[in-house]
């Protein structure tokens, strides 16, 4: 069946470092891709998407490529700041997009 | 952004009780989710609905129950509460298929406490 596998945290990082959170998966099919942070006190939102292999999904700094030869997801930030403390998810919708699966999350951790 | 809300926000309960967790959201989404988040963060699909009447167990088997009477409401209900039902409960809901790839939003959560 379809899974995610998400490195483990938590991940520390000094502010303005770079970051990276691996995510690899296994589906069937061409799945689409997502990564979704939850910060602290909250519900999930969604990060960013990517559809199809090779497209970059991007926001607020952070990018994301699907490759599809190396079936990866991995999120990956230039400069990372105290306010991105959070649980990274990675995610992907199997083709009917009926529902997501879910990786079991990546907390980062940022410190000044 | 988000148009899900959750309430209660916090629940301490005790063992043999019955509970409502309470979801609805304004965006007229017509699939729904319940979510279980445990300590270490992993999230377990325990129910979903496709619309109004529908309802479908999750992949995480569990002993709550939900139903799906109008679109915007989507409740979920403990009959007996036991300590081991201690959990985060995350609700959340997105638009039909074939409006693109899955978006869900979340509401903020239970954090359910059964003592």
């Known amino acids: 069946g379809n899974s995610v596998t998400q490195m483990e945290g938590p991940v520390t990082l000094s502010e303005e470092a770079f970051l990276t959170i691996n995510c690899t998966y296994t589906a069937t099919g061409y799945p689409s891709l997502f990564w979704y942070v939850q910060y602290p006190g909250e519900g999930l939102q969604l990060l960013l998407k990517a559809t199809k292999a090779d497209d970059k999904g991007s926001n607020k700094g952070f990018e994301a490529t699907y490759r599809k030869e190396t079936t990866s997801f991995h999120l990956e930030k230039g400069s990372v700041q105290v306010s991105d403390s959070a649980v990274y998810f990675c995610a992907l919708s199997d083709q009917g997009f009926q529902k997501l699966v879910f990786g079991t999350g990546t907390r980062l951790l940022v410190s000044p | 952004e988000a148009d899900i809300y959750q309430t209660p926000r916090y629940l301490v309960i005790g063992t043999g009780k019955k509970i409502t967790l309470e979801c609805s959201q304004t965006m007229g989404h017509d699939k729904m989710y319940w979510y279980q988040q445990d300590p270490g963060m992993e999230l377990h699909l325990i129910h979903y609905?496709?619309?109004?009447?529908?309802?479908e167990k999750g992949d995480l088997s569990s002993e709550s129950t939900v139903s799906r009477i109008r679109t915007e409401h989507f409740p979920l209900t403990l009959e007996s509460a036991r300590p081991s039902h201690t959990s985060q409960y995350l609700c959340a809901s997105s638009e039909s298929p074939g409006q693109g790839p899955e978006k869900l939003f979340f509401g903020s959560g239970t954090q359910l406490s059964v003592l």
């Open positions: 609905s496709y619309g109004v009447n529908s309802t």
